[in-house]
């Protein structure tokens, strides 16, 4: 029973490096729809955002009507300290994501524009980053979990 627990715990730790990929795979996505709204939709930034939030990882920024009496950025803010632990995000992540939603709405179009491409680029980076631990790491995890768990066994035994 204790080897199952801590293989459990390890795929568990292996399991959120993989959901980290996929919040990371699903915000680059967010962020070409939020530019392609930008350019051809003359809705606010509320509902643009909230349009291209529609996955379960970013569900999350979803705005609903009675947020619009603070400013973006301060909602975004509260939105991003929302994101589930369960993801697994970095430090770097999130502090990404701060800056990206304290500085989006406060330019014309085409700085908007510019803006999310910056940010794409650097969520490409921890994207990548991501996919790397998971190569490095998530094998170990799992290896480690169960190791663990057989050496407390035969330490009780």
């Given at each position: ?27 680059i ?17 509320f ?15 979803d705005?609903?009507d ?9 909602l ?82």
């Open positions: 029973m204790l080897v199952g627990a801590s293989f459990s715990v390890g795929c568990i730790f292996s399991k959120n490096l993989y959901r980290r990929r996929d919040f990371l795979k699903s915000f996505v967010f962020l070409s729809s939020l530019s392609t709204h930008i350019r051809y939709d003359p809705s606010d930034i509902t643009l955002v909230s349009m291209c939030a529609n996955t379960d990882e970013l569900s999350c920024f705005f609903d009675k947020h619009f009496l603070k400013p973006f950025d301060e975004w803010i509260e939105k991003v300290k929302s994101v589930p632990n369960s993801y697994s995000l970095t430090k770097d992540d999130k502090q990404l994501l701060f800056e990206f939603g304290t500085n989006l709405g406060k330019t014309d179009v085409e700085g908007q524009i510019k803006h999310i491409e910056l940010y794409k680029i650097s969520f490409a980076k921890q994207l990548s980053q991501s996919e790397e631990a998971i190569v490095k790491k998530s094998k170990l995890y799992k290896t480690m979990g169960f190791f663990v768990g057989t050496a407390a066994a035969l330490i009780m035994i």
